[in-house]
């Protein structure tokens, strides 16, 4: 029995007061072992966030069951750490406050002094020691990330789901924080399910990738596992050729399975017009 | 400059949109006088200008007190009704002293007598007025929140409890203190009926009209700010499993303070207002009464008496006002 099993699951909103379905997911089936670094990576708006949500226990499915440990998810619990695109931090609590809450919550029976020990450890570990006071208005965007990861990770869950949590970040700190999120996992060696829209992202964390088709009713994609030895550097990957034949096999993949689902395919050529500005001006409008 | 031209179709050169920066000349000073006229000139101009028209109209109105006072008389009765205050409070001073003699008098010539301590019972001043009406509408404040607040989160978290309270709510809302005012001294006359001393009966009956005439706005804005928390953080609040108090403590309410906020202001306002007609009626000794009492009196100086109470109670309301968005301010996270 692997550690989470999703079977046969769909789910799918209804919209509207006409009370129209629409699906969303149908037919996953994703098995993941203990310890495994998944990537699932989709174009936006192909249903990756409710996959997530649906794990998390913050949605249930229509069909099908989502198991942890053989146990039904129903609810969200402490045993899933989740990590949101948007950072989602409590605006009113300090650095401290919003990872101490988690900690609370995690650790009931705790004493105080354990508590605080247990936040401070995991500022600590995203290396926001010197910040641990500021509010997040006064943090920058990967600053925010951190927190929430550290939030995530402070309240010791089983598996942690990162829904693009690098998404909105600058190219520079998501590289920055791509290479932390690495060696938080290799430490840790946590369960992480990371949903991105970026490839590179995912062969540089993952063991698997796995493509979510584009929705509506979205399914998986055929797996492609990374082997490359870790610890991956990004500056080596480049030059080399297993790392760029897995990375264009994924990405015809991707464009492949676009333009079956979405009709439509971008031509060869396209013949921009042959356009000059005009200036509206008095003398243009009364000739 | 070519940068900025753009051919139109005859060929004719025009200039883009682009403004033209100040041609080189400093307009720094003339832009602070500018300012400064802008933000201070401008009212003091206005409000001489009401004061010429309150004086050259108010002359030319008769009424049976004579007529109606301009602003140098109301300016007098200020200055008097100061003056009244500290001479009645000197009398005060001056009975206590005396009844403290007097007692010592007695005790040395009788060392069983039983001292007599009398209370003062002059009349109160005007800014003993001021003084009560403050405390009935904070009184009648704190009630109508600690009964808005619970009840606005409650209809927030849960839509059939908000559908449950939305007809009172809309029938509730727009009475007048004036109609709550004889019921709530006839309930209040029935249930409240300790005499010997406590609080006095009319001001309770000023601070509930106050707090049901007050609650509404911080009701529905507290609703409002708890039924729109963000999606996203109700989903941190159930990835972390939090238990329904934290959840209310720790999430719904920080996060709605803004709005709590904005609408405790709005109640605050409404609760000055409505205060001064429900002092009238049940003739709490506050600024209320003071205005219906000057009106009994009809004597010369009522008329200049009652625009003194007038301009006091909207300069007290400015500032409670003032005060209300200084605490509003603290409590914006989302600065």
């Known amino acids: 029995m692997a550690f989470l099993e999703l079977n046969n699951v769909s789910k799918s909103y209804v919209s509207g007061p006409g009370g129209k379905r629409l699906p969303v997911l149908e037919n996953i089936n994703l098995k993941v072992e203990e310890g495994e670094f998944i990537a699932i990576v989709g174009f936006s708006g192909s249903g990756k966030t409710t996959l997530i949500s649906l794990i998390a226990g913050l949605l249930n499915p229509d069909e099908g069951e989502i198991l942890l440990r053989g146990q039904p998810v129903l609810s969200p619990g402490p045993d899933r750490g989740v990590v949101f695109q948007n950072y989602s931090l409590l605006p009113w609590l300090s650095v401290y406050g919003n990872v101490r809450l988690a900690v609370g919550k995690a650790f009931p029976s705790w004493l105080p002094r354990q508590k605080d020990r247990q936040t401070h450890k995991f500022i600590d570990l995203v290396k926001l020691t010197p910040a641990v006071a500021k509010y997040p208005r006064e943090l920058s965007g990967g600053m925010r990330q951190r927190v929430a990861v550290a939030r995530a990770l402070a309240m010791n869950p089983q598996m942690l789901l990162l829904d693009e949590p690098l998404s909105a970040l600058d190219a520079l700190t998501r590289a920055t924080l791509q290479d932390e999120i690495e060696k938080i996992w290799e430490k840790e060696r946590k369960t992480v399910i990371l949903i991105t829209n970026d490839v590179d992202e995912g062969i540089l964390l993952a063991d698997r990738i796995i493509p979510l088709n584009p929705g509506p009713s979205a399914t998986l994609g055929p797996e492609f596992p990374i082997t490359l030895p870790r610890p991956r550097n990004r500056q080596q990957l480049n030059h080399d050729a297993r790392y760029k034949m897995i990375r264009n096999q994924i990405i015809e993949y991707l464009m492949d399975v676009r333009g079956d689902v979405a009709g439509f395919r971008v031509p060869e050529d396209l013949v921009l017009p042959d356009l000059e500005p005009r200036y509206v001006s008095s003398d243009s409008l009364k000739g | ?335």
């Open chain 2, 1 to 335: 400059m070519s940068d900025r031209m753009i051919k139109n179709k005859k060929g004719q050169v025009s200039l883009g949109a682009t403004a033209f920066p100040p041609n080189g000349l400093s307009l720094k000073a003339g832009d602070i006088l500018l300012k400064l006229w802008v933000s201070l000139g401008i009212p003091v101009a206005a409000f001489s200008i009401f004061i010429w028209l309150w004086s050259a109209g108010a002359a030319s109105v008769q009424t049976s007190l004579g007529t109606l006072p301009g602003p140098q008389a109301v300016f007098a009765q200020a200055g008097t009704l100061w003056q009244e205050h500290w001479e009645e409070k000197g009398k005060e001073k001056e009975f206590y002293f005396k009844q403290r003699e007097q007692n010592a008098q007695k005790l040395a010539q009788d060392p069983a007598y039983q001292v007599k301590a009398r209370k003062y019972t002059g009349k109160p001043t005007y800014l003993d007025q001021i003084i009560t009406s403050l405390i009935t509408v904070f009184t009648g404040f704190v009630i109508a929140s600690l009964v808005a607040i619970p009840i606005g989160i409650l209809c927030g978290l849960n839509r059939i409890i908000m559908i449950a309270f939305n007809p009172f709510i809309q029938i509730f809302k727009p009475v007048s203190p004036l109609a709550w005012l004889p019921l709530v001294t006839m309930i209040v006359s029935a249930v409240y009926t300790t005499q010997n001393g406590g609080i006095e009966k009319c001001f309770i009956i000023s601070a509930i009209t106050v707090s049901l005439c007050s609650l509404w706005p911080t009701l529905i804005n507290t609703a409002q700010g708890v039924s729109s928390i963000d999606k996203d953080i109700i989903n941190v609040s159930r990835v972390l499993n939090l238990g329904w108090f934290t959840h209310v403590f720790k999430i719904v309410l920080p996060s709605s303070l803004p709005l709590i906020f904005t609408g405790l202001r709005i109640s605050l306002g409404v609760g000055w207002m409505v205060l001064i007609a429900s002092e009238m009626l049940a003739q709490n000794p506050g600024l209320g009464k003071f205005v219906w009492d000057e009106f009994q009196n009809g004597s010369s100086n009522s008329l200049a008496r009652i625009m003194v109470a007038v301009l006091t109670i909207g300069v007290l309301g400015f500032i409670l006002d003032r005060l209300m968005v200084l605490l509003q301010k603290t409590v914006n996270f989302q600065k």
